[in-house]
């Protein structure tokens, strides 16, 4: 995780201010690495801390270039152009006269390649990247929550699956109490039960 | 005009009970959502999508549509009264609205934005209603050439116009367009990228993608900032606003209701920009532009104007040509695909009900919007007292649980969660995810139209110029491109130093 200053955006409410300049300065060093779940302490609860966030999104100081994150999604856009280029081809990249079924994704992923080379050439200069913040671990437990579920919903039904991720959800990532959380998640589940195979009898997979 | 009594047809259809509920149900939803930082019209009609397989194609799509222009309703009441934009297109609102609540006029803010959007909305939806057909009627004698060359402009316009970096954008647009091509070829039927995969040779399905780009994607890219918890809000009194307010942002509203439905028609454009420029243009027309930022009336009334006009005039692109205007639209063309009804220039003679009944829910919708909007905003504002760390949960599992009902399918459980994974990493990474959806829903017309005119023109390219409609278009496609290249290389030669190019100054 980068030293890079904590990023608080509304999205999409960056282009409210006309794009401020970004500063030419030294880019802060922030490796293009993901977040690490191990190195990250868990954040202070949600919502308890009014002052982060105090500011709305188009008031938004502007982000420092980050060369080697860009230059490495400029790399991983080459690549996968490139290899796409490789996949379109053995498909049979067909001519003008007669398109055979390569044709189409052939020119779609030049079109990427030929991007990512020019996402290469300006990776000094572009600053719309978000550096991983502290709280970052949680977007990798949430991912986990789901994998879980889906893990779990084909054998146990969606009841014990859901509950967990909604406890899950709410105690850990979302900083409420342990009694609201518990509760909370009995009545989510409860909720969906009524809703789902009650009301619409859905066939989704469930214990009871 | 013989188009009338369709026209009249489509109010009977809005005046069943059901659609009139739906309606209801549509702009509620779509006022919460406008009010709630975070998830977006385009994330929450995502999630929705599954909810209307079981219901009627026009009571499903007066519903969507009731969502979209709903929340731009409700993003005006946390603008105005907490200085949180709940949308996008109610950023600029905030810059007079919150002033004026703070003045102690948040009533006639309020006020003046509700009755600017139901004028805007109603000019938007009459001159949708002129313009519609002839559009649909003129564009009935398109061929594969013509639409090849639309849906390229499309999806270009729809990359460069929006937020974010343009090359990113296109980026994403062509991978959108790449998934589009996974599954069995329809001219040859040969298997591409499926890797031997039996759940991908039919190819992926709309659904989850979107669901999981809009709605997993935002949920997990929220996780990471903290919305300020909400505190006391201002009073609201007195939202009848007066006869000089109505006076001096009359002019606001008529100018907000023309470039709204303008910008609304054009790609890439809708909501959000058209919010932008008519606030600019109202700012530069001013005789005393200095009080705008400071409480001026009509810096609420134009921008709220011009987003309602435009949220309604972006149904014509997608309801004359098949050509979705914008994020949202795509999602809306999705729900039109899974209802079994292609989009596109014969939707007006072939579903009139369909089409006229969705363009007269939007009266009935803007009215019953009007209506509530004022009284109810205390209940709006006590919504937002709801800890978005309660919320995600459930709309995680609505999406989980929603996808699945879908087609009976663990597997499209997992998609969404990998384009979940996907939408995040795109977000943090600069790459918007509308342009992707957008080019995937556009993807296989785009690739059939592209190999019917090849054959047509028997591989010569140069046949796209020679047809006037498709060379027209091609003219203008060849003047989206060129025209930020040229003006790259413009701004690097004067003014080396200080650049920022990948960012859109639209």
Known sequence: MGPGPAKR???????????????????????????GPAAAPPGPPAGADPVQDAEPGFEEAPEPP????NTAVALVVTAFGAVGCLGSWSLGPGTPAEPAAGTWPLVVC????????VLLGTARRTADTEAFSAASWKILAGIGTMAGFIALIGTIGFEIPSALLAFVWLRFLGGE??????????LIVAAFYAVFVGLLSVPIPHLF | MDSLAPMINGFGVVLEPTNLLYCLIGVVIGMLVGVLPGLGPAATIAILLPLTF??????????????????QYGGTITSVLLRLPGEASSVVTVFD????????????????AAIGSFVGGTVSIVALSVVAPLVAGFALSFGPPEYTVLALLGILLVATVGNGGRVKALVAAGLGLLL??????????????????LALADGLDFVPIAMG?????????????????????VKVTNTWPSRSDLRQSSGAIARGSVLGFVLGILPGGGATLASMASYALEKRRSRTPERFGRGAVEGVAAPETANNAAATSSFIPLLTLGIPANATMAVIFGALLIQGVPPGPQLVSQEPELFWGVINSMYIGNILLLIMSIPLVGLFVRILRIRPAILAPITVLITLVGVYTVRNSVFDIVLVVVFGALGYLMKKFGFEPGPLVLAFVLGSLLESSLRRSLLLFDGDALGFATRPISGTLLLLLLVVVLLPVARMLWSRRTAPADREKTRTGA
Do not use: K
């Open chain 1, 9 to 35: 955006t509304a999205p999409e409410a960056g282009e409210a201010s006309g794009g401020a300049p970004a500063p030419d300065g030294p880019g802060a060093p922030d490796g293009p690495e993901g977040p």
């Open chain 1, 66 to 69: 980050r060369p080697r994150t």
């Open chain 1, 110 to 117: 030049a079109v990427i390649t030929v991007l990512g080379c």
């Open chain 1, 177 to 186: 109490s342990w009694r609201l959380s518990a509760v909370a998640s009995v």
């Open chain 2, 54 to 71: 079981g219901i009627e194609p026009v009571t499903a799509i007066i519903m969507l549509a009731g969502i979209f222009y709903g929340a």
């Open chain 2, 97 to 112: 609205g919150h002033v004026m609540a703070r003045q102690g006029r948040a009533g006639t803010a309020l006020g003046i």
């Open chain 2, 180 to 197: 589009a091509t996974v599954g069995r070829d329809t001219f040859t039927g040969a298997e591409r990228f499926t890797f031997d995969s």
């Open chain 2, 213 to 233: 780009l809009f709605g997993i994607g935002e949920i997990l890219h929220n996780l990471e900032q903290r919305h300020r918890a909400v505190s006391g809000a």
